[in-house]
């Protein structure tokens, strides 16, 4: 099956920029995600690539991806506190769909 | 408001126990899920409907029984509870053809 792996951890000090980073094992996923989780409470959408692309910036978001060493990343501008969450990358596997995440990677902002 | 709500929102209860987590979006989505995300935070798919359909069903105990009465609705059963059942789940609906899938705020089930 599909492997999706991510650091556990990042800390950054507010105003600095934060790289999230993802390797995945298959391929053949024709979108990749970006979702956010906040303390107790749901996932929401970030943002997301399309598998042809390479880059995809959204305002202070830029997702990287690197098709040949099956790896992607999320770039986060100006890291603010509110942006202190877990980050899971995800794929979408097969023709059903659904949605294969990653290990998740905990972002902490330093004020 | 136009959402994906579940209830209930924490569920305490004692081990071989059944219990119900339903699930329902307004959104007008033909497609439902159900992942399980434990205490490790690691997150992954274990059922899915569209149009009231089982389309995803992984490997998952079959004391979990998913049920959706309709497209708006998919309720979650498990019977015989497990302390490794202990877990948040969450419930997500999507338009078939769309990338995006929203999710509800979780259900947290604690098996005592």
């Known amino acids: 099956g599909e492997d999706v792996e991510q650091s556990l951890f990042l800390s950054v000090r507010e105003g600095d920029s934060s790289v999230i980073n993802c390797t995945y094992t298959?391929?053949?996923?024709?979108?990749l995600y970006w979702y956010k989780q906040e303390p107790g409470a749901g996932l929401q959408l970030l943002t997301y690539i399309f598998s042809n692309m390479d880059m995809k910036q959204d305002q202070r978001l830029t997702v990287l991806l690197n098709k040949k060493d099956k790896h992607l990343s999320l770039r986060i501008a100006d890291t603010q506190t509110g942006d202190s969450a877990i980050y899971f990358c995800?794929?979408?596997?097969?023709?059903?769909?659904?949605?294969?995440f990653g290990t998740g990677t905990l972002l902490a902002v330093q004020p | 408001d136009t959402a994906v709500s579940q209830t209930p929102k924490y569920l305490v209860t004692q081990m071989g126990n059944d219990k119900s987590i339903k699930c329902e979006q307004n959104l007008g989505h033909d497609t439902m899920y159900w992942y399980k995300q434990d205490s490790k935070k690691f997150l992954k798919i274990m059922f899915s409907y569209n149009n009231k359909e089982l389309i995803i069903n992984e490997t998952v105990p079959n004391r979990f029984s998913p049920k959706s009465p309709d497209k708006a609705h998919l309720n979650l059963h498990i019977n015989s509870l497990e302390l490794g059942d202990s877990a948040v789940y969450f419930c997500?609906?999507?338009?078939?053809?769309?990338?995006?899938?929203?999710f509800g705020p979780g259900t947290r089930l604690t098996v005592l």
């Open positions: 298959d391929s053949s996923s024709t979108y």
């Open positions: 997500a609906s999507s338009q078939t053809g769309d990338n995006e899938q929203f």
């Open positions: 995800a794929l979408t596997g097969g023709a059903t769909n659904k949605l294969i």
